[in-house]
């Protein structure tokens, strides 16, 4: 069978493979030679590096902390309302940041409701920008990946062990000593690795509640030395630092085993439940109120605050908004144009093809603004990067949703083989007309559910569009931005809301688009 | 004339082998134990395991290494034999063009299997509107219109209940007839190689045995078979 033709060619994966490899290695190799040039790191680096390994820290120890009781509690309460809460968990992964700092500063913010709340009692507001502030953006958006992961392991512990240990009339100590804290023990480190990952390369967070000396992330010094400094051979060089900050944890977490958040089916609840107190009872509710608060009051306040202002945005935020989904839709076409070669590549061939899908994993690691830097210094001797600014966008858009985009179609691919593979290769079903008439019509859902999540990352990203636009040429999120530092909150409030309409709108509709007249 | 010439399949510590030759036209069930390798040796022929040793011969030529597609026969699986998101209509057409592209004669040829096989009226409808015996007539008339000399049946009806099965075990035979193929039918029931009243190969302990004649091997079984029956 190996020395026979494969029912694909291997070429469209092997150019896949190839594009990506070039992005990050390619980029880093541009990176690094001309960084060589460079001084080495001041102070200030050091305080960005340090700065950077701190605030993952924190935010990943939190995010983690607070996740194991709000876990617990989903799993042993039954109530109106849940399942929405479990969906609701999955949103913070496809809401644009900006969006998300700003109903975060609506509610924590100098001029936000509990400022307002601490002054009526004769207190001093609250100061959100800085370490704090950074730390509480991560904590939102990764509590509810920490919770997915948790709430994941705690429904693989089959409920027969839970009658079993309630037949022991075991104590609730006895339980989490011999039931839970295995568990825990085997998913607590891959998810604090991922969120330390995740939040080690969240330019946006920091660009928009850090800054200062004391509140730069490298990523945030890559960008003030490229855009301020002009010293491309410092952005460069704390670029590679960047590189290995991510790629040392990349390392870490993928030796961790990283469970898998992404996707359906975590709201089944078990018909068993332990922790019948009414004392646990009463804590858990509290958990689980405190914690919808915490992840639905931004984002009502982001709907309240932007709702008057919308009717009264300047034309530009509409122009930036078309640019936004041009961006957003050619990105989401590279992510499907890179994904299902790499994917085929992987099913057809186990070896070269695993190493192919790494390498489309790998993206996961890699920061948007190393990658952007690289592209700079490549093509600034050939063309102006800043007239590519959109177009450079999409393609490293399409790279850092390729991880999610594969996790996504690979397992169907998979299915679909060995559900129809040996069908398929008796009838010749080979090449092209066997990707037209088995493969694109079986994944229709994945394929959907791919491009609805590129299309709506690359709607709300703000990174490596940061480093290239000028004034003609941002995107959505950059205009908010714009509008956040000329004090037009009204304006960025109203943005934020179509941005948000935006992002949602484009994953509902292309994963609608993927179930519609779906045949099991 | 299809030939296993020192044929041996090696999975593991799971061997099978097989040394004969199947007449043309001939109608062989291949029984034996679960476990025993019909499937496997079924999967061989077809292509989708290539054998440690031997080869297999069609009229004298080697298929040993052609592709699946390629090869002179058409196989129907235990299951899955049919695209869900496809119709019946395009479920047979497949088996004349890959790409789905017909002609105008190619279109007439489908229709006319999907009729010679009880199903003319039904062609827009997908898998999961018909019931389990008519999803097996579309799969019986893709073989059909693909006209390949070799059909093999790994436990098509096994789903099918009785009475329904022994129609379908009919149809395959008179399909057969028509096209002068040779069929190879794995199946558990040995009801099933007495119904097809031609030719059985045994398969058990590593080794599928020679065809025999059905009704001579059930009268006398070898103790293999015995211990099975």
Redesign the interface.
């Known amino acids: 069978m190996a020395r026979r033709a494969q029912p694909i060619s291997p070429w469209p994966g092997t150019v896949a493979a190839a594009l990506v490899l070039g992005l990050t290695f390619g980029t880093l190799g541009a990176v690094a030679w001309r960084a060589e040039a460079a001084s080495r790191l001041g102070p200030a680096d050091w305080a960005a590096i340090r700065f950077t390994v701190v605030q993952a820290t924190l935010s990943a120890i939190i995010s983690v902390a607070l996740a194991v009781p709000l876990a617990r509690a989903l799993v042993r309460r039954q109530f109106p309302g849940r399942a929405l809460l479990v969906t609701l968990l999955g949103a913070p992964f496809i809401l644009p940041v900006i969006v998300a700092v700003l109903g975060m500063l609506a509610v924590f913010g100098r001029g936000g409701i509990l400022s307002a709340a601490l002054g009526s009692l004769g207190l001093p507001p609250i100061h959100i920008y800085g370490l704090h502030g950074v730390v509480l953006a991560h904590v939102f958006f990764n509590l509810p990946l920490a919770t997915r992961l948790l709430l994941q392991g705690w429904q693989a512990i089959p409920a027969e062990r839970f009658r079993l240990a309630a037949s022991l009339n075991f104590a609730p100590a006895d339980t989490r000593r011999l039931l839970e804290y295995p568990m825990l023990r085997s998913i607590v480190p891959g998810a604090l690795l991922v969120i330390f990952l995740i939040c080690t390369t969240s330019f946006a967070v920091a660009l928009t509640l850090g800054g200062g000396p004391r509140a730069t992330t490298v990523e945030l010094a890559i960008y003030q030395a490229f855009r301020f400094e002009f010293d491309l051979s410092k952005a460069a060089l704390l670029a590679c630092v960047q590189f290995a900050i991510g790629g040392a944890a990349a390392l870490l977490a993928f030796r961790a085993a990283v469970p898998d958040a992404i996707g359906a089916g975590l709201d089944r609840h078990q018909t068993f439940r332990p922790g019948t107190g009414r004392w646990l009872r009463a804590m858990d509710i509290a958990v689980i109120a405190l914690a919808a608060l915490f992840l639905i009051l931004p984002l009502l306040m982001i709907l309240l605050r932007g709702l008057p202002g919308l009717a009264s945005l300047p034309p530009q935020v509409f122009v930036a908004m078309g640019r936004s989904l041009a961006v957003a839709l050619c990105s989401a076409a590279l992510c499907l144009a890179l994904a299902l070669p790499l994917a085929i590549l992987g099913q057809q061939m186990p070896r070269a093809g695993g190493i192919a899908e790494a390498i489309g994993y790998l993206a996961i690691s890699a920061s948007p603004l190393v990658v952007g830097t690289g592209l700079f210094i490549l093509l600034y001797p050939f063309a102006n990067p800043v007239a590519l600014a959109l177009p450079i966008t999409a393609l490293v858009n399409a790279v850092m949703a390729l991880p999610f985009a594969l996790r996504a179609i690979a397992p169907a691919l998979a299915r679909t083989e060995s559900d129809f593979g040996r069908l398929a290769s008796s009838l010749a079903l080979t090449g092209r007309a066997r990707l037209r008439v088995l493969i694109l019509p079986r994944l229709r859902r994945s394929l959907g559910f791919a491009a609805g999540l590129s299309s709506a990352l690359s709607m709300g990203d703000l990174g490596v569009i940061a480093l290239f636009a000028d004034a003609e040429r941002g995107t959505l999120p950059l205009q908010i931005y714009r509008l956040m530092g000329s004090y037009r909150m009204q304006d960025a409030a109203g943005a934020s809301l179509l941005l948000l309409i935006c992002a949602l709108g484009l994953f509902w509709l292309f994963d609608r688009g993927g179930r519609m007249n779906a045949d099991a | 004339m299809l030939t296993l010439d020192g044929f041996r399949i090696v999975q593991g510590d799971f061997t099978l082998s097989a040394d004969f030759a199947v007449p043309d036209g001939a109608h062989v069930a291949v029984i034996g134990p679960s476990g025993a390798g019909k499937s496997t040796l079924l ?1 061989a022929i ?5 054998p440690a040793s031997g080869r297999i011969l069609w009229n004298g030529a080697d298929i040993t ?1 052609t ?4 090869r002179p026969l ?2 129907i ?1 235990q299951d ?2 049919l ?4 119709t019946a209509f395009q479920n047979v057409a ?2 004349l063009k ?3 592209r017909l002609s105008a004669e190619e279109t007439g040829q489908a229709m006319q299997a999907l009729h010679k096989t009880g199903l003319s009226g039904l062609e827009h409808r ?1 898998p ?1 509107a018909l019931s389990g015996g008519q999803q097996s007539r579309v799969a019986l008339a ?1 073989t059909l219109v ?1 006209h390949r000399p070799l059909m093999m049946l790994d436990e098509p009806f096994s789903a099918l209940g009785p009475g329904l099965k022994a129609e379908m075990l009919d149809l395959v035979a008179d399909l057969a007839t028509a096209i002068g193929a040779t069929v190879l039918m794995v199946t558990h029931d040995p009801a099933d190689a007495v119904q097809m009243a031609g030719q059985t190969v045994l398969v058990a302990d590593g080794i599928a045995h020679p065809p025999k004649d059905t009704a001579a091997l059930f009268a006398d079984p070898p103790p293999s078979l015995r211990a099975y029956l």
């Open positions: 999967a077809a292509g989708f395991i290539a290494g592709d699946p597609g390629a058409s196989i699986f899955n034999n695209f869900p998101h496809l497949l088996g890959p790409g789905l997908k999961g893709r693909r």
